[in-house]
């Protein structure tokens, strides 16, 4: 496994230096937050980013996100105007040498909670969902509260676009889950014959949570999806992103039972720990397995027994240390997930050969 670390660039507090400082950490996973989505990204700001990774000799193969653009996955006929600016944008990354990008089919908004800052008992604070919390709301308030801190936005909470909230509920009264599954396939026929050319693999993520809010329709949520997702367009540039935080909040979701099987085309992971509780609610917790619902220990594994030779992150931390950090996405809990993902990872690596040893 080759362990990569998200970095928000401009708008990151952690500066490369200590990113470079975490060990086995090889590249920054990253994006051009600036950039409105649907718009073609520069190949100055592009190199830029490459510039800066350089300097710290971290690579920049994985891109999370390029969005896709509101009209796409409305199937507006605007539609072709954006998916020719993804196709300019992938052919631009591919110069710098980006390997896989990391993208999602979520409408309106991305990942979703109701507590940025939920207290756990030990005095950190973690991501939270309360289920029927959502289930009453009116989705303003849940932007108001989510977008309201302007030095951290959040990704996939663009302040710009969710203005138009109104607009965009209206604009997706008449789209079902078929519907959004044929505008998938439509954006894919177009995007994975230029993935292909440009040797970058093409990796969905799941929506978060995988299940159906605010009445909008998701389609990424379990096993069948992701089948139903590699079988529009059978190329190995057609991937996921297989976010085991995501899908496990689902308990029906079994993640190393997914790795395995969809194994061949899941170029990068997300992996992170997350508690659910017996009505619907969850929070993250620390990667460590106790700590959470799910078995970390298994995941590893599951791709270890695969020789997984993919991109890595640890995905969302807990705040501890009294950080001062963007929701989910500070460097100490990250970076001790990173520890506890190798260490499970070396254990294996070391069993293994000395089993090979035995047996020699
Ligand atoms: C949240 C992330 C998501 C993810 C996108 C991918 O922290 O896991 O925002 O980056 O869904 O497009």
Redesign the pocket.
């Known amino acids: 496994m080759r362990m990569v670390f998200r970095w928000f660039g401009q708008y990151d507090r952690i500066p490369l230096k200590h990113i470079k400082q975490i060990p086995g950490v090889e590249g920054i996973v990253w994006a051009l937050h600036h950039i409105p989505v649907g718009e073609e990204w520069s190949m100055e700001d592009i190199l830029e980013v490459k510039k800066q990774a350089d300097e710290y000799g971290l690579n920049i193969d994985v891109v999370?996100?390029v969005?896709v653009h509101e009209d796409i996955k409305l199937g507006l006929p605007t539609r072709d105007k954006y998916i020719e600016n993804y196709k300019r944008t992938i052919e631009k990354l591919a110069k710098v040498g980006v390997k896989v990008i990391?993208?999602?089919f979520?409408p309106i908004f991305?990942?979703t909670r109701t507590d940025l800052f939920k207290p756990l008992e030990d005095g950190s604070t973690a991501l939270y969902f309360e289920r029927a919390k959502v289930e009453n709301m009116d989705p303003k308030e849940l932007v108001n509260k989510i977008s309201k801190d302007p030095q951290f936005v959040m990704?996939?909470w663009e302040p710009e676009r969710l203005k138009h909230l109104s607009e965009l509920f209206e604009a997706y009264k008449n789209v079902g889950e078929e519907d959004l599954w044929e505008n998938l396939r439509y954006f894919l026929e177009q995007i994975i014959p230029v993935a292909e050319l440009n040797d970058i693999k093409m990796a969905i993520?799941p929506d978060?949570p995988p299940w159906t809010i605010f009445g909008l329709p998701r389609i990424i949520t379990n096993k069948e999806g992701i089948r139903r997702l590699l079988s529009l367009i059978d190329s190995p540039y057609n991937c996921v992103?297989l976010?085991s935080g995501?899908l496990g909040a689902n308990p029906n979701n079994n993640i190393p039972e997914m790795v395995r099987e969809f194994i061949d085309r899941i170029p990068f992971a997300?992996i992170r720990n997350v508690k659910v509780f017996k009505n619907g609610d969850f929070i993250e917790t620390s990667h460590r397995t106790s700590d959470g619902s799910l078995d970390i220990y298994e995941i590893v594994k599951a791709y270890h027994d695969n020789r997984f030779t993919g991109y890595v992150r640890p995905?969302?931390g807990r705040r501890i240390f009294d950080e001062e950090c963007r929701p989910?996405?500070g460097l100490y809990d990250r970076a001790l997930g990173i520890m506890y993902l190798w260490g499970i990872w070396d254990s294996l690596e070391k069993a293994r050969q000395e089993e090979k040893y035995a047996s020699d």
């Open positions: 999370e996100s969005n990391c993208y999602n979520m991305d990942w990704p996939g993520h978060d992103t976010c995501s997300h995905d969302h989910g996405y």
